[in-house]
């Protein structure tokens, strides 16, 4: 059965091994900042820059394993019903972004969604990972330039993560609402999810 | 006065606010992993995924500025005599990717490198962040594939990093020997630095 993760929050959930979530992108604009952590050693972690290295890609595509930083594969992501453009580029939101943009303190941030969702499930977090950012349209241009631009996916498009090891995955509803990466109309909307057998 | 970094060897440094430190890649063909970290708080460090993005592009050029996880510029790219080819993309090399390539336990690795060359300096690592892989040529194809490739640098080729903050700085003239990315005689070699006021 289908979970909000509501609009700028974030969630922790334990995956074991062989367990699959299924992530929705409900009004198909809204960014998911992703994290996966080894539920026995929480400093191993998924690592887009050992997963860039392993796949020979910038960006992950339906049937690629998710690396840790120990080079270990800790998931699969075995279904994508978007256009397949996610980001492992760029660090998530958080407060030092927006107060570069201006914004007054306290705005909600992925950063922050990250530690507390952790917080949550408890788990102290010593560090925080560039993630897997889930139907964020980051192109590359000329193998050289990257801009933000809206996302591709439609209502309803999913993704399906499968672990490999026991996990914690963390998912963040991006709460940017400055640039236009959950939409043209800069709107942050809650998503979905459910765990599969 | 110019200092040798030997073969497969980390050195950190401290570098005041304001100074800067030449590195000389004295064959040519040498990758040199880079690391900075604010000397008062280390958990603040240069953070490409957060340079990624405050640059708006893959790689660094002469006169750009290197951020932190805290989006806080920490270093100036001052000079750069070689064509500028370096990479952000790819996590240092580390155990787990020797033992990939069936190599035996002990390989010198950049990960290890950085460790043990933090620890003469006094500082304990909780992390190692994804460095700047000076003259590492991984040329993106498609705006989407990368390749690992022979450096570009010649002999004598230098860069100059003006600090920002009062910073320590990492290098480590990585080991590689598996891969071309250290010339195609996969032979790590020494490389020279020096203070500059």
């Known amino acids: 059965m289908l979970q909000e993760i509501p609009a700028r929050s974030g969630k ?25 952590l080894n539920r026995l050693d929480t400093s191993e972690y998924l690592s887009v820059e ?25 998931l699969v992501l075995e279904d994508d019903t978007s256009p397949g453009q996610h980001d492992m580029l760029l660090a998530c939101c958080d407060k030092w972004l927006y107060q570069h943009y201006g914004c ?11 530690l507390d969702a952790l917080f949550a499930a ?9 993630p897997l950012n889930l139907w964020m349209n980051i192109p590359v241009r000329d193998n050289r330039t990257i801009a933000l631009d809206v996302p591709l996916s439609k209502p309803g498009d999913h993704v399906v993560l499968r672990a490999l090891r026991d996990l914690v995955v963390v998912f963040s ?12 109309d800069k709107t942050p909307q809650p998503v979905h999810y459910e765990i599969l057998p």
Chains 1, 2 share one sequence.
């Open 12 to 36: 922790a959930l334990a995956l074991e091994k062989g367990r699959a979530v299924k992530l929705v992108n409900t009004k198909g604009s809204q960014v998911v900042d992703t994290w996966a």
């Open 50 to 74: 050992h997963t860039r290295r392993m796949l020979y890609r910038l960006f992950p595509e339906k049937g690629d394993m998710l690396y840790s930083n120990r080079r270990t594969p800790l």
């Open 104 to 114: 007054a303190p306290g705005h909600a941030n992925c950063r922050d969604n990250y």
């Open 122 to 130: 408890g788990f102290d977090a010593h560090l925080v990972p560039n």
């Open 173 to 184: 509803a991006c709460p940017m609402d400055v640039t236009p990466i959950n939409g043209a």
